[in-house]
């Protein structure tokens, strides 16, 4: 991706999410334990992103931002699990593996990929600060998933991602949020708490807009995660985004 000039300030981009964010399907070697502890949302910092050989959006957008990009992200990560991250990660801050905190500011551009609303997790007295994934297509999801129907799953798409905006516009952090497989249907008296110009695609997912239904150029051989050009495109979009606003 070609690095232009823009004229937005940032100190940091970082993304928040699950297999999207990570970059899964790409040449990368990590040296995080991303895929050993997946109820974990790991930060992934600037150094060891610029040792992969391919790298995802997040790293293209910082580029073109001129400045530093971050991960915060894991596989098969619920969008509530997401959520309750973000809200810790602000009030706490982020603790890096070199014991030093970074704090979310206005300075700190989050792109928070948004996963299928399928996915879900469950809370155990004995770890009381963490919530624990439900795995996908596992028999403890597929018995919590039962006979729930469209609505609920809309319903909490709606409240996590309105959550997310209000929160990070009530401490000035800018934020773009993407869905990646499936198109947010918000709750019709929720919409007026979602900035729609921080959010994308409008109207489809980020799946379907890389033409996933109809063509694999963009993506791996898996057919589900972008590919190097995959990503570039999905940061070409992030930046006009931003800076059209």
């Known amino acids: 991706m070609k690095t232009r000039q823009t004229h937005i300030q940032m100190n940091r981009v970082i993304t928040y999410g699950d297999s999207w964010a990570i970059g ?3 040449d990368i070697e990590y040296s995080h334990p991303i895929h050993k502890d997946l109820t974990y949302m790991p930060l992934i910092p600037h150094d060891e992103i610029e040792k992969w050989n391919e790298k995802p959006y997040v790293w293209h957008v910082a ?6 990009s971050m991960i ?5 990560k619920s969008l509530g699990v997401i959520t309750e991250t973000i809200l810790k990660d602000i009030g706490q801050g982020i603790n890096n593996y070199d014991s030093s905190t970074y704090i979310l500011d206005d300075k700190t551009l989050l792109l928070i990929m948004v996963p299928p609303d399928t996915r879900w997790y469950t809370h155990h007295e004995k770890d009381e600060e963490n919530f624990t994934e439900l795995r996908l297509r596992t028999e403890e999801h597929m018995n919590w998933i039962g006979d729930k129907g469209r609505y609920w799953f809309r319903y909490h798409q709606s409240m996590f991602i309105s959550t997310i905006h209000q929160v990070l516009q009530h401490h000035n952090i800018p934020y773009l ?5 499936g198109v947010f249907d918000c709750l019709k008296s929720l919409e007026p708490l979602i ?3 921080r959010h994308l695609p409008e109207g489809r997912d980020l799946y379907t807009e890389l033409g996933g239904d109809d063509d694999k150029r963009l993506f791996c051989g ?9 990503h570039e495109r999905i940061a070409k979009w992030i930046i006009e985004k931003i800076t059209n606003e």
């Open 24 to 26: 899964s399907g790409l």
């Open 63 to 68: 580029q073109e931002l001129g400045c530093e």
């Open 72 to 76: 915060r992200a894991n596989v098969g």
């Open 177 to 181: 949020t993407m869905n990646n497989y």
């Open 195 to 197: 900035d729609w110009n």
């Open 222 to 230: 898996d057919n589900e995660h972008p590919n190097l050009k995959g």
